[in-house]
């Protein structure tokens, strides 16, 4: 019987060594399954963190790029509206010369000008009048001679005379 009881107080240490390693053990995992849960916490803030960020750039890229397309809209009419107005005045000024010089014309001759000279030839004023008419005329028309070289692919001209001037 002594083996029997010196057996049973070695079991008993052993089972008080054992809760105590138990009790340790499970301390020891409830230290961790804490820190774990802080962790996950951390994380979780991070990642909401991180979408609402997300979240955030997404909207002002949609609105850039809105503003992008509008812009690059607006540009385009702009340019067919520059465009356009390069065409009319292209046009209009060759017409406006033409008006310019019939209406200037009509005016000198119908003008008190022609009763100082009583012969009803031009007078002077006239003439010159007439000169600086024709030369506008004609420089224009250089212009637009130039212009629809220049149109035409010459575009070699166009740099020389630049590297000229």
């Known amino acids: 019987m002594l083996l029997n ?7 008993k240490k052993k089972i008080a060594d ?16 804490l ?8 994380w979780n803030i991070e990642k909401d963190n991180l979408q609402t960020k997300y979240s955030e750039l997404n909207d002002k ?14 540009n385009e009419k702009l340019k ?16 406006f010369s033409l ?9 000198l001759s119908n003008s008190n000008f022609s009763s100082i000279n009583p012969s009803g030839r031009n007078n002077n004023y006239q ?5 600086i008419l024709d030369d506008v005329d004609s420089t224009e028309s250089k212009l637009d001679t130039e ?9 070699k001209n166009e740099i020389d005379e630049k590297k000229n001037k």
């Open 5 to 11: 009881e010196k057996e049973k107080e070695n079991y």
């Open 18 to 33: 054992l809760e105590k390693n138990l009790r340790e053990v499970e301390g020891k995992k409830g230290v961790l399954l």
């Open 35 to 42: 820190e774990l849960e802080k962790e996950k916490a951390k």
């Open 61 to 74: 890229l949609v609105l850039v790029e809105k503003k992008n397309e509008k812009l690059l809209r607006e």
């Open 80 to 95: 067919n509206e520059k465009n356009n107005l390069r065409k009319l005045n292209l046009k209009n000024d060759s017409k």
């Open 99 to 107: 008006l310019y010089r019939d209406t200037s014309a009509s005016l």
């Open 127 to 131: 003439n010159q009048m007439f000169k």
């Open 147 to 155: 212009s629809s070289v220049n149109s035409k692919g010459n575009k």
